[in-house]
């Protein structure tokens, strides 16, 4: 029979289906290779083709905007949100409505056309993390912007608009509504027991090992209770830290070294997914020091999201969290 | 620039997205268009294939489960949820779980594969919703049930399984979250103004007529102010009603022919386009009466949802709902 499950943190509830259920080899999904491109705007050499960029890794003398370095971070050509400019709050009859004051930049993580988080280096996937880190550090000190939010979308099928990889980082002037949820589930679980829920989910998980994919020293990745899709995956940090940008620099190394191994079982088990990438850190000003704890979550592209879900907000997952923790566990990279 | 919008019932904020601005012919869309398939279950002749029907109209003394029938309802093979048991709850560890009671239904609209709810007869039409209302009345008796969720993936980029034409009908232990973002957003609008907000958006709406699509003498469609969607379609009752259910038999008429209508308009205007539609109506054994509001909402599969999406439930459009409502407005269908 199904079984309907609880996040501990949001509320949400979701339905893990056995008479849907669906094994690595069942998912009918866009399988995302290694392409070419002479004409794209993100390989070195193509700088000019490309807004000015913000910062660069690696450069050895060159000059911005001209070849050389090993990372860059640009502004977003197309943004979804733009900085200049002030915030204005409108009404419009019943309706309510602000103009589009953000940032969106864009971490372009390698030189190399057909390099992705799971064939690049550690330390190149550090360096990709540092950068984020940076981007954050830096925009915090605008104070129009409530929430910044760092996620990737790897594939054409998981919303990729290019096929050279990068990262993306949009700093919004209020806390959207997911986060808003969580942040307020990590609080009411403070509040009754004065624990962090993450840290609490940490210790089930680690102990009892059925939803456990893979640890190192710093982090712990684990297939959540209630995944809202097939092979959803979240890294969570050992030690209890709100915000991602606080973290000392050896967990960036074991972060980059986790999610390159948890990316490889991925691709080799689900056979080259596309995915996103999402880091889940606190909202900008808000003392979230004591319940909010910052994760990583994956989520491969294998199913379509339909009617019922639009409905509802009520996931259907064909693959219990037990069974895909399994698979990804028992992988040989 | 870029607008944010807030949703008057939910208080979702959405990106108008100016920047990334798509009229209709830019979206790569996967067209649904009319096909056979001699072993489909749902097609006449083929009754043996499905499980026992529930209900079926038009049969002129034909016996259950053979040919003869204008529509068919059958509960699904695959459910979600089912029937049989008694709704246990528990907990594991942190987290809680409940077993997977629920009823999960098709309505299978015509015995002809190749029809839709664009090309059938408005009767035919009226038949789907009026086969819906009888059984909800049903299932609403079932005290387990919480809420009943109405809606039909068209093509298989919006989820569909099977080709024929069909609507699903799931009723749920609890209610979804998405659903009660919505009713609590209805009762806090009346609690404040003693009005319900849907049927102030139809008072600005049909006034401003910006975002108005159609109307009829029961039924009026509109982009609504904040959608998540490109050409998101709501279509709201007149007449101030609660529940789906409990609508007069003329309003089914006129909802019919507004569905043929709008679904017209779009396969002209978006070519064929994937669509999910969803029948929104209040949580069963809740006084709803006063604030809340049964609708339709048509959602046709233009984007793709993306990292920054499933993070923040932020939904970034690149079309306008004033530009979506005058496309769908000026459609000769």
């Known amino acids: ?12 509830w979701v339905i893990i289906s056995n008479e849907r259920r669906k094994r690595p080899g069942d998912f009918l999904l866009e399988s995302v290779h290694p392409t070419s491109n002479a004409s ?12 000015k960029e913000l910062m660069a890794y690696g450069r050895n003398g060159s000059g911005p905007d001209t070849p050389g370095w090993s990372l860059r971070v640009i502004p977003n050509q197309y943004p979804v949100l733009r900085v200049e400019g002030t915030l204005d709050r409108e009404a419009e009859g019943l309706f309510d409505k602000m ?3 953000g ?6 993580e390698s030189p190399r056309h057909e390099d992705t988080l799971a064939t690049l280096d550690e330390g190149a996937v550090e360096q990709v993390l540092w950068a984020c880190r940076e981007r954050l550090m830096d925009l915090k000190r605008d104070r129009r912007f409530r929430y910044m939010i760092i996620f990737k979308n790897h594939g054409a099928a998981a ?16 806390v959207p509504r997911e986060v808003r949820d969580e942040v307020d589930g990590a609080r009411t679980h403070f509040m009754t027991k004065e624990r962090c829920v993450f840290c609490d989910i940490l210790r089930q998980e680690t102990a009892d090992r059925r939803r456990l994919i893979a640890e190192n020293a710093d ?3 684990i297939a959540p209770y209630a995944p809202r899709f097939p092979f959803e995956t979240w890294i ?19 972060l980059a070294r986790m999610l390159g191994d948890i990316l490889r079982r991925m691709n080799k088990t689900l056979r080259m997914p596309p995915f996103n990438l999402l880091i889940h850190s606190a909202p900008v000003a808000e003392e979230a020091g004591e319940y909010y704890h910052w994760h990583v979550e994956i989520i491969p592209k294998l199913t379509k999201v339909a009617g019922f879900e639009w409905a509802t907000g009520f996931y259907l997952n064909p693959t219990s969290p037990e069974e895909a923790a399994e698979v990804l566990r028992d992988v040989r990279p």
Chains 1, 2 share one sequence.
Do not use: W
């Not at 029979?1 to 949400?12: A, C, H, I, Q, W």
């Not at 794209?40 to 807004?51: K, Y």
């Not at 050992?238 to 074991?254: G, K, L, N, V």
């Open 103 to 108: 940032a969106h930049e864009v971490v372009i």
């Open 236 to 254: 969570l940090p050992r030690r209890h830290q709100a915000c991602f940008e606080d973290s000392p620099r050896h967990e960036y190394a074991s």
């Open 159 to 174: 919303g990729a608009s290019l096929d050279h990889s990068c990262t993306q980082l949009i700093a919004l002037p209020i």
């Open 1 to 12: 029979m199904s079984e309907l499950r609880k996040d501990p943190v949001t509320g949400r």
């Open 40 to 51: 794209c705007p993100f390989c070195a050499g193509h700088e000019q083709m490309t807004p």
């Open 99 to 101: 103009n589009g004051i």
């Open 219 to 221: 982090m712990v990745a």
